[in-house]
């Protein structure tokens, strides 16, 4: 398996696909990881600084907002 150092740069948009799953137009620098001796597990690494990391998640609880304003509401733990 490959790993990577993946810096995120700036985050500029976010949609949900009809499959579930939610998407990000980033932009990144991304640059090959040699596994250190102290990796158990080799791993690619995510970077991004804190206001990116705010930015993530907005964007996320916006996302999942959407995905739930599409479920039905649910009946149960409604009196009756």
Not at 14 to 29: I, R, Y
Not at 45 to 74: C, G, H, T, Y
Request: glycine letters at 4%; aromatic letters at 4%; proline letters at 6%.
């Amino acid at each position: 398996m490959k790993t990577h150092q993946i810096e995120i740069q700036k985050f500029k948009a976010a949609a949900n696909s009809p499959h579930g799953e939610v998407m990000f137009k980033v932009d990144v620098l991304a640059s090959a990881r040699a596994a250190s001796p102290d990796d158990v597990s080799p791993s690619s690494v995510l970077i991004m600084s804190e206001a990116n990391a705010r930015v993530l998640m907005a964007l996320l609880k916006k996302q999942l907002a959407d995905f739930d304003a599409k479920k039905p509401k649910s009946r149960h733990g409604r009196p009756g």
